[in-house]
């Protein structure tokens, strides 16, 4: 898993090399035309075959993760089994999205009038790849909130989470369960709930109920890993004296958000960050007034994100240590 992360961090996800998220929304796409063209427009139907998708992406992907796990095993031989770690590696990289969550967040920094070279459509251009909200007609303070909301919410769902479940399979591994669902089990099918809510969690036309199994299976999967970087970030930037201060105050300002993670992660951000977030945002023809998070700080300016950024960054490697200290006492013993 350091390796997984450390791969990460170096390549992100390379454009020539084929993503397993790609392959799950290909398939999303199909199950998702074939399920509408039976069900029509029956509430009870589409729900029927929401559940169905979900069920077989989740378990196809862990499936194809555990494959690669036994794959991985040394007690193949071992060109097999070394061929099998890499692909394993390389499985565990594509889970995180540390690197391209961070370049594609300063991507829409660097695009900014005030940038050399920079120019507002362009930014909004960005952003618009990387958050749900209309784009168009926002000026520069609400990009830039907006990369600051994205890069909060987003490491919660494109690091902390599947890292969590890795975490978890190692664990099931360590404790000596070495037939079960293991690291890439576990992280491919917290990237497959993932990817059918951002594919189909939305609360429009037969997306309503469609998408109603993805949506709650990710907010299930995302509950415990949020609340986990609620109590651990805050030691990794203020005194440790303020750390039920700040997991306090996050929770009060997360708890009004319509979703069980996205508010909290946001609001435990913006206050070890210092900053100002949440307000008003456009989805489509819709206006949506969501929290103000950390009220009494100023607003987003570009040094606040690079802070949300780095603390990502900083907290994904005090995981990373903590697990490893654990892992080593475990062994010890």
């Known amino acids: 898993m350091i390796a997984a992360a450390g791969l990460d961090l170096l390549v992100g996800d390379p454009r020539w090399c084929p993503h397993p998220v790609i392959w799950m929304g290909r398939w999303i ?3 998702r035309a074939g399920v509408e063209r039976l069900a029509g427009d029956r509430p009870w139907a589409l729900r029927a075959g929401g559940t169905l998708i979900t069920m077989l992406l989740v378990g196809a992907s862990a499936g194809c993760g555990w494959c690669i796990e036994r794959a991985a095993q040394p007690t193949l031989s071992p060109l097999f089994s070394a061929s ?3 692909l394993l590696v390389i499985g565990l990289a594509s889970a995180l999205a540390a690197r391209s969550l961070r370049s594609s967040v300063l991507a829409v ?7 050399d070279g920079g120019d507002l459509s ?3 251009q960005r952003l618009s790849w990387i958050v749900g909200r209309q784009t168009d007609g926002l ?3 609400e990009i830039l909130r907006a990369a600051a ?3 909060s919410e987003n490491a919660v769902d494109g690091i902390f989470a599947p890292l969590f479940w890795m975490l978890v399979g190692a664990g099931l591994w360590q404790i000596g369960w070495q037939e079960g669902p293991g690291p890439l089990c576990l992280a491919w099918a917290f990237k497959a709930s993932s990817t059918l809510d951002s594919m189909l969690g939305y609360r429009t036309g037969r997306l309503r109920w469609l998408g109603t199994a993805g949506a709650r299976l990710d907010d299930w999967l995302t509950w415990l890993p949020c609340r986990l970087v609620m109590v651990s970030l805050p030691l990794i930037c203020r005194p440790w004296s303020a750390w039920l201060r700040l997991v306090r105050a996050a929770e009060r300002d997360g708890r009004p958000d319509p979703s069980p993670n996205a508010g909290r992660s946001q609001a435990i951000y913006a206050h070890c960050a210092g900053v100002r977030l949440g307000g008003r945002n456009r989805y489509g023809d819709r206006w949506v007034n969501k929290p ?5 700080m100023p607003d987003v300016n570009q040094n606040a994100v690079h802070r949300i950024l780095n603390l990502s960054l900083a907290l994904e490697g005090a995981w990373l240590l903590v ?3 654990i892992s080593r006492l475990a062994v010890a013993q």
């Not at 103000?292 to 009494?296: I, P, S």
């Open 139 to 141: 000026q520069e303070p």
């Open 149 to 151: 909301e994205t890069a």
């Open 292 to 296: 103000v998070l950390a009220g009494g």
């Open 122 to 124: 362009s930014a909004r």
């Open 109 to 115: 920094l660097k695009a900014l009038p005030s940038s």
């Open 84 to 86: 099998g770690t890499v």
């Open 29 to 31: 796409t199909i199950l």
């Open 323 to 325: 697990a490893l200290m």
